[in-house]
């Protein structure tokens, strides 16, 4: 996303005190990422606008209980699935981060959701001079992509008829199909769609 040029919040000094066991743990890990210890405290209190952490669970903001796992192994998992079962899929993590925009008042802030996504590792928030999103194609197959940012974006269904075994001999379901998602060739290690675009003016707005 672009760079938040407006004024600099107002911050607040807050004291913890940790064991001695989790400050050398710290010490390890701002060696390790090349950063201070204050940034690295930082970044992992900045996951509470993303995640709760109970004692031995992790919660989204709408009380779903949450798992880690590879990228890869999502990935892998996802490709075996039929493309019916990718636009299934990809509407259905959709609709999971429209519910927790609306229950923060969100669902209609563009920059608000890819900057969810992007910070719980589904996608990077990268944006070309046009403002259209670019997602990496590691992500996931290209239907469930077209589904999940369909959902995210249109909050609505993305038609589970475009796949290509409907489409396949449909000339004008395929029409309609190209006509609506409108992919875009800006990288070829990305997938881009017109529809999938930061409006300006959402933008303009979270930077004020």
Not at 88 to 109: C, P
Not at 164 to 187: A, P
């Amino acid at each position: 996303m672009s760079k938040n040029n407006g004024p600099k919040r107002p911050t607040k000094v807050i004291t913890i005190r940790i064991d001695e066991e989790l400050n050398d743990h710290l010490d390890k890990m701002n060696k390790r990422l090349g950063i201070t210890k204050t940034s690295l405290i930082k970044l992992y209190l900045g996951l509470s606008k993303y995640l709760v952490k109970q004692k031995s669970t992790l919660q989204s903001l709408n009380d779903r209980d949450l798992v880690v796992v590879k990228r890869s192994f999502l990935r892998n998992l996802i490709d075996r699935m039929d493309e019916s079962e990718q636009l299934s899929f990809g509407d259905k993590l959709g609709v999971f981060i429209n519910d927790i925009a609306r229950i923060y008042g969100k669902q209609e802030d563009i920059p608000y959701k890819v900057d969810f996504c992007d910070n719980l590792g589904y996608l990077s928030s990268i944006l070309d001079d046009d403002n259209n999103l670019l997602v990496v194609k590691k992500f996931g197959p290209k239907k469930f992509v077209e589904a999940f940012l369909w959902r995210l974006f249109e909050q609505k269904e993305l038609d589970p008829n475009y796949i290509e075994e409907e489409m396949k001999g449909n000339k004008s379901l395929r029409q309609k199909y190209r006509s609506q998602i409108q992919e875009l060739d800006i990288s070829s290690s990305h997938y881009s769609y017109e529809f999938a675009k930061i409006p300006e003016n959402s933008k303009e707005k979270k930077n004020s």
